[in-house]
């Protein structure tokens, strides 16, 4: 335990960068909101994951790995995922375990730790009606026509300040659905009825199902109390989602403060435009990782910019962060594992989470052949473990063939005296990463760490 690092964190609710000052640190607790599971996660899903990753990595850095506990959750209720049930007709639980199952692959691909606690929203029902009933009890709710809604005249004083806006502001600019059972045009469900063909529980309401806010609310509150540190997530979801999770959790436990500090990553976009299907760049983690590039050059990429400023995925910084990488991992390769990294580059990381900067760090480790710092920060990171992964690895490859051909090729150049083939086949090899070793007696390829196989094809 390093207790001595400041961590300052910028907090969504006071627009400042703050001193941050667990409520517990024996047991530091963070929440950050999960997916919905009906598809594979899309690279933008993969931001928040990835940052509150390091975070999450930080905080077990100073305070002990015992002593942090991060809950995200599953949003396995959902109306797009009845969509997809109704529209692939297979089961609703068959979908949400496979893409359950499919996100803890994808994200684990990008080295991001499992959090302690990763509950599934429908694990949670009766807590959830429990909530529910206490917010009407409190004056908080109200029930009609087989709905719950939340209502937002009951706490004027509090809704909207996370995110910076009045009731009346929001009324006026937003595009809220208008129900009829409605007091208020903001008023938000906390419950709605199902019919017979969608999932639905059994409720003081009637068969229903819950609305998407409150899971969110009831489970924080199960896993980490009335009162917790951290509530991290996606900009976009700081309206309505955020600002319900706060007026529920607020209204039903007034006891309490829910979260002291809110984290919000900015979007991803990708080559400089917004990712969306009709403009054809829209892809997954899972494609990307098909295509052969690896999740550590996606961690890279998205770790060198700061998390609150939008992020730009370009093919070039794919590109040249894996070259970056096998650098530093066959460098890495030469310092053991598991070792303490420098006191300044654990400040840049606690200051407010500047990825980027410890990665200019590294860059300098890497030329000034601080192999050790270099590990450390690494590590510290998320990018190493404790092996260096396997695509850097030099491949198993026969080369004997090539060596044959760049022997042959010099006897012929000796006769000749043009020696331009000689030439071009040691530039080829050489660039596909094989160190070449000519004696009188033959030639011998070395493969490098960066050797790449594939680019021997076509010589
Ligand atoms: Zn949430």
């Known amino acids: ?87 692939s007709g297979r089961p609703i639980g068959e979908i949400t ?61 509090g809704y909207g300040k996370l995110s910076g806006r009045s009731v009346d502001d929001m009324i006026a600019g937003a595009r809220v659905e208008v129900a009829p059972y409605k007091k ?30 409150i899971e969110c609310s009831a489970m924080s509150y199960e896993l980490l ?41 900015e979007m991803l976009q990708v080559e400089g435009k917004k990712m969306s299907k009709s403009l054809g760049n829209f892809f997954t983690v899972h494609d990307l990782l098909e295509q052969g590039i690896p999740g550590e050059v996606i961690r890279f990429v998205f770790l060198s910019t700061h998390y609150r400023k939008p992020m730009d995925w370009t093919e070039k910084k794919a590109k040249e962060a894996e070259k970056t990488l096998r650098k530093w991992y066959a460098q890495a390769a030469e310092a053991l594992p598991g070792g303490q990294p420098e006191s300044h580059v654990v400040d840049l990381v606690a200051d407010d989470i500047n990825t980027h900067g410890v990665l200019a760090e590294c860059h300098q480790f890497s030329q000034a052949g601080d192999l050790v710092a270099l590990r450390s920060s690494m590590e510290l990171l998320g990018l190493l473990g404790e092996d260096i992964p396997d695509w850097v690895k030099a491949p198993d490859v026969d080369l004997s063939s090539h060596e044959a051909r760049l022997f042959k090729a010099r006897q012929a150049a000796m006769e000749s005296k043009d020696f331009s083939e000689v030439d071009r086949l040691k530039t080829a090899y050489t660039e596909a990463g094989l160190e070449v070793r000519m004696s009188k007696t033959g030639v011998e390829l070395v493969p490098g760490a960066g050797f790449d196989p594939a680019k021997l094809d076509n010589l």
């Open 1 to 87: 335990m390093t207790t001595d690092t400041v961590i300052k964190l910028h907090n969504t609710k006071t627009r400042k960068k703050e001193v941050f000052t667990p409520i517990d640190p024996e047991n530091v607790r963070m929440y950050v909101c999960g997916p919905t599971v009906y598809d594979r996660a899309h690279l933008g899903n993969a931001r928040p994951v990835v940052v509150f990753d390091v975070l999450y990595r930080l905080l077990r850095h100073v305070y002990g790995a015992d002593h942090v506990t991060y809950a995200r959750n599953f949003t396995d209720v959902d109306d797009k995922i009845n969509a997809r049930a109704a529209e």
């Open 97 to 157: 375990a496979e893409t359950t199952q499919w996100f803890l692959d994808d994200m684990g691909a990008l080295g991001a730790l499992e959090p302690n606690h990763m509950p599934r929203a429908t694990e949670y029902i009766p807590q959830m009606i429990a909530m529910i009933e206490d917010l009407i009890a409190k004056g908080h709710a109200y029930a009609a026509e087989g709905h719950v809604l939340f209502a937002v005249d009951s706490w004027r004083e």
């Open 184 to 213: 208020n045009p903001m008023d938000f469900v906390l419950w709605k009825p199902s019919s017979e063909d969608l999932p639905g529980w059994d409720s003081p309401w009637g068969r229903g199902r819950p609305g998407w806010h």
């Open 225 to 265: 109390g009335d009162t917790f540190d951290i509530h991290g997530g996606g900009n976009d979801l700081m309206f309505p989602h955020h600002e319900n999770e706060i007026a529920q959790s607020c209204c039903a436990h007034p006891e309490g403060e829910f979260a002291h500090y809110w984290l919000h990553n």
